[in-house]
Nanobody, 126 residues
Framework: QAQLVESGGGTVQTGGSLRLSCKYT???????MGWFRQAPGQEREPVAA????????YYHDSLRGRFTISLDKPNNTMFLQMNSLKPEDTATYYC????????????????????WGQGTQVTVSS
């Protein structure tokens, strides 16, 4: 059964860094994996995605340069390195897998995503 398990969230001061991890089963990758986030009262929005076959990466325009997505295939783990964090980055971050996220409809419509993790909270204090 497809399964995604996030870890690495926590509280950090403005300007700090965090690295989120998403452990996945080999059957859950769906050729594209990524991260979404959702702040209280806000819609879920895309953060980053990576094509697990070709390696192409996708980023929300406002996060490019601060966030980096990567894969450790031998260990079935995806990472999201977040630097220069701001209070507006505070949200629950969700690991996700669906081929439509990489350049497809699921990037803009989270309801189309096939597989979700349980989420990990990131809080950036000012």
């Amino acid at each position: 059964q497809a399964q995604l398990v996030e870890s690495g969230g926590g509280t950090v001061q403005t300007g700090g860094s965090l690295r989120l991890s998403c452990k996945y089963t080999s059957t859950s990758t769906r050729r594209c994996m990524g991260w979404f986030r959702q702040a209280p009262g806000q819609e879920r929005e895309p953060v980053a995605a990576v094509n697990t076959v070709g390696g192409s990466t996708y980023y929300h325009d406002s996060l490019r340069g601060r966030f980096t997505i990567s894969l450790d295939k031998p260990n079935n783990t995806m990472f999201l390195q977040m630097n220069s964090l701001k209070p507006e980055d505070t949200a629950t971050y969700y690991c996700a897998a669906d081929p439509k996220m990489c350049g497809g409809t699921a990037w803009y419509r989270p309801a189309d995503v096939d597989v979700w993790g349980q989420g990990t909270q990131v809080t950036v204090s000012s």
